[in-house]
Structures are given as C-alpha cells and as structure tokens.
C-alpha cells in the first residue's frame, strides 16, 4: 500500500513540476492577442480564449477540428529562452464572418511569418504600422479591403506569398512592387486595378503563380513575362489586356497552367508552347489567335484541359489530337476550322466542343453525335457550322 502511495504521489508531482515547466506565450504577445481580439470582435469566443495558452493546445487551441477553408489558429514556436518561452508566428482567422478594420496591433508580434485573413468582411486598408513586419506569407483574401495597392506591402521584402484576390482595391500596381524580390506566389485577381503592368513587375524572377485575372489594365501583355522563368502557373484571363501573345512567353518552360482570355486590338499566330512538356491547362480563350492549330499541341500527353475557342483559327484539326488521352475537356468553339470532323470525336468519352466553325461533313460518319460526347447546341449538326 505504501509503494503505491508513494507511486501517485511521485506521480502527482511529476505532473505539477510538468505543468510548472511546460513552455508558455510570452505576456506581450498575450496582451498582443487580446488587443487583437477585441478590435476583431472575437475575445471570448470559444476558438479565441485566452485564459487558456495558446501555445499548449489546451481548451479548443490547435485541435483544428474546422472544416474546409474554415479555421481559427495561433502557432508557436517554443524554443526561446531555452525552451521555456514561445511567440506566435502563425494566426489563421478564415471564415470568421469578421466584419472590422485590420488591426495594426498584428505588427507587434514580431516573430509572425504567417498571416492568413482569407474570406472574412475586413475593411479599409493594410496599415501601414505593417512596414516593420517579416512576414513570409500573407492571405487577405475575399474580403472587402478598398484603396490603392498597399504601398506598405512593398517595404515587407521577405514576403514569399502573397493573396489579395476578390477584394476592393483600385488604381494601378506601384513600381515599389519591384523590391519584392523574393515574391513567389502573386494573387491580385478579382480586383479593380488598372494601368499598365509596371516594369519592376517582371522583375520578380522568382515568381512560380501569378494570376491578375478580372481586373482593368492596360495596354499590351508585356514582353517581360519571359523574365518569369520559374512560373508554374499564369492567369491572365479577362484583364483588359491587349495582344499579341508576345513571343517571349516561349520561355516559360515549366508552365503547367496558362490561362489568357479576352484580349483586344492585335492579334497573334498560335504561340510556340512545345517546350511546356508539363502542361495540364491551356486555356487561350478570345485571344485574337489566327492560323493552325499547331500539331504539338496534340503531343501535350499531361493536357488535362484545352480551351482555344472563340479565335481565328483555320485548317483542320491536328491529327495528333487523338492522341490526347488524359484530356478531359477539348474545346475549339467558334473558329474557322475545316475539314471533316475527325472520328475520334465521336468515340470519344471527352467532353468535346467543335461547334460553330466550317466543317465538311463525312457521309461514312455517324449520322447524329452520341449523347454527352459532343458539348453544342442541341446536339451537332450542320447549322451549328458556318455558312
């Protein structure tokens, strides 16, 4: 009996000797967090208590138990003053339904590399307190953010991501952009920016996403996006840019989604894409594109989607395009493609638009498409070609 006494009284201490030297948030960045809280509305929330520490997991910190694209989160990193201490280096507020301005207070925790406020109701601007941060990555994306571009962001140069689709800002991208040189990751679209894209722009040669969709440039799609040979993934769908495509887009070597849509004024031959071995999107929808479809495009074995509709292009259909196996979704909608249309459409299990261009049609073909095969209006037939 006294063993065992003795056992959970050791046990009993070990476990308060435990607690007593578990690390804890540093007192600053707790009044920090609470400061936070209350100019965002959520202190006392059952995800945002802090009478529990952040850092430990206890009470609802770090379970995580959220759903998708939803979540309430403060990491720590604990190894300061020997493991004793810990700061804050990543909060995630997402779908929180928080309707205020950005808290300048966010500035003084600073060891935060991360920051995401991604679809909430958050107003104004970026404050610009926010100079002295180091953040790393940054999402403000989906709220209700107004104003011009966030000069303020340009003096954070370590930023590696940045996130500012679907919000309110205006006016034209500063040329200060140049000083972040380190940007990776650059997600402007859904906004109302407008002006020509700046020449520091395609300074940023460590860009791997880009995406300025729906917005208000200006003028002509730049020569300089060569410079972004690192890309991965380019949007430039429905931004009032200008064509040509310029050629220097065939540096792009390790493209593996090229969105470009809606372009006005001048027009351009198909671009030369053949080194883009692993493209999976190709989408160059209204592009004012004339001539063939080159036959490389079919070579695309990684094509997952192609959209060339609503162009000037001519000639047949490559014959290389029925070694498109892996692509799900072909559409060469309203061009002025002849010839017969090729078999292999009508096998195909794709989802397929050849609609409204200048088809001859083959007698020893089928005398109606399958259902489901063929994406027109009201099935295929010869007054969806043109006359």
Known sequence: ?????????????????????????????????????????????????????????????GRGEFPKGFEVSVNCDCSFEQNATCRVVRIALKSQNISAAIPPEFSKLRYLKQLDLSRNYLNGTIPPQWATMRLGDLSLMGNRLSGSFPRVLTRITVLVNLSMEGNRFSGSIPEEIVNMKNLQKLVLASNEFSGPLPVGLGKLTNLTDMRISDNNFTGKIPD????????????????????????????????????????????????????????????????????????????????????????????????????????????????????????????????????????????????????????????????????
């Open 224 to 387: 300089f996006i060569g410079n972004w040979t690192q890309i991965q993934k380019l949007h430039l769908q429905g931004c009032s840019l200008e064509g040509p495509i310029p050629s220097s887009i065939s540096m792009l070597t390790k493209l593996n989604d090229l969105r470009i849509s809606d372009l006005k004024t001048t027009g351009s031959s198909f671009p030369k894409l053949q080194k883009m071995e692993d493209l999976s999107k190709l989408i160059l929808r209204n592009c004012l594109i004339h001539g063939t479809i080159p036959e490389y495009v079919g070579n695309m074995r990684t094509l997952k989607t192609l959209d060339l509709s609503f162009n000037n292009l001519t000639g047949e259909i490559p014959s290389s395009f029925s070694e498109l196996g892996k692509t799900d979704y072909i559409y060469l909608t309203d061009n002025n493609l002849t010839g017969p249309i090729p078999g292999w459409v009508f096998s195909s299990s794709k989802t397929v638009d050849v609609s409204y261009n200048r088809f001859t049609w083959d007698s020893s073909g089928p005398n109606e498409c399958p259902r489901g095969t063929i994406n027109m209006v009201e099935g295929y037939s010869l007054s969806t070609n043109k006359q």
């Open 1 to 61: 009996m006294k063993s065992v006494l003795l056992f959970m009284f050791s046990l009993i201490l070990y476990k308060n000797f435990a607690s007593a030297q578990a690390p804890k948030l540093d007192e600053t960045e707790v009044k920090v967090l609470k400061e936070i809280g209350e100019k965002l509305g959520i202190n006392g929330t059952k995800e945002w208590d802090l009478d529990k520490n952040p850092c430990s997991g206890e009470g609802n910190w």
